[in-house]
């Protein structure tokens, strides 16, 4: 079972691969935030592949800074109620993670454009962690948004920690986070619910599409090896006077 889940998520990667640009890494493994809390196993890891510092990076299984990814993909054979809820875990162990927020004034992880009155810039949001969900197959896309609606009633402040997208190649949809009016909302927005898009045979050109899209819009922040390099030093220096 392993060697095939392995397998799904290798076919998954080499389909993206060349559609994405080689700054975006394709990785599976771990994710850890800095104040040592760590995600669920990641079947597909986009992350920033020039700047960031990702360890084991030879091995199969990897551990990502979380100020290195821009998001992931679980993958599924079959997309059954059981396993979208499992998915949706994995996903919400990513998204709790926490990291500085960086906005359209961070022009790469480790530079920054400064500015000070009377210019003003920055505030948005720009690396939300993006959740996507890929099924071969699954159950029907009704069940699918009834399932994750059900989730945002049950709890709507923690709404955020669900899913961006879901994809499910046969039958052919995909579902988004929407507004009161149905306008699809791109992640790190609020939202109200979940909508449901019949995609048939251009689900996995859609999800292509999507992922250039929503990857092309966000930024990293790098960490602050300063900080952390100050930390460490201090705290040898005072345990070995």
């Not at 899913?163 to 988004?176: A, E, H, L, N, Q």
Request: charged content about 20%; proline content about 7%; aromatic content about 10%.
């Amino acid at each position: 079972m392993l060697d095939r889940g392995e397998f799904r998520e290798q076919v998954i990667a080499q389909f993206l691969r060349p559609f994405l640009p080689p700054c975006y890494g394709l990785g599976s493994g771990e994710i850890f935030s800095s104040d040592g809390q760590q995600s669920a196993q990641v079947d597909i890891v986009f992350f920033d592949s020039v700047f960031s510092t990702v360890l084991f990076q030879n091995d199969r299984k990897k551990l990502f800074p979380a100020e290195s990814v821009f998001g992931s993909i679980e993958v599924k054979s079959r997309l059954t109620g059981p396993e979208l809820k499992t998915a949706c875990g994995n996903i919400a162990s990513i998204k709790r993670l926490p990291r500085w927020r960086a906005d359209s004034l961070d022009l790469l992880p480790h530079l920054r454009f400064g500015v000070s009155p009377p210019l003003t810039g920055g505030g948005d949001f720009r690396n939300p962690y993006l959740g996507i969900i890929f099924g071969y197959e699954g159950i029907q896309a009704t069940s699918v948004v009834s399932q994750l609606n059900a989730e945002v009633n049950i709890d709507p402040a923690d709404k955020q920690m669900l899913p961006d997208f879901v994809f499910v190649r046969s039958p052919g949809y995909m579902i988004v986070r929407c507004r009161e009016d149905s306008t699809p909302v791109p992640p790190g927005q609020d939202f109200a619910r979940f909508g449901l898009v019949q995609t048939g045979d251009d689900t996995l050109p859609l999800l292509f599409v999507t992922l250039n899209l929503c990857l092309g819009q966000m930024r990293l922040r790098g960490p602050d090896f300063d900080s952390l390099w100050r930390q460490i030093v201090q705290r040898l220096l005072t345990s070995g006077s």
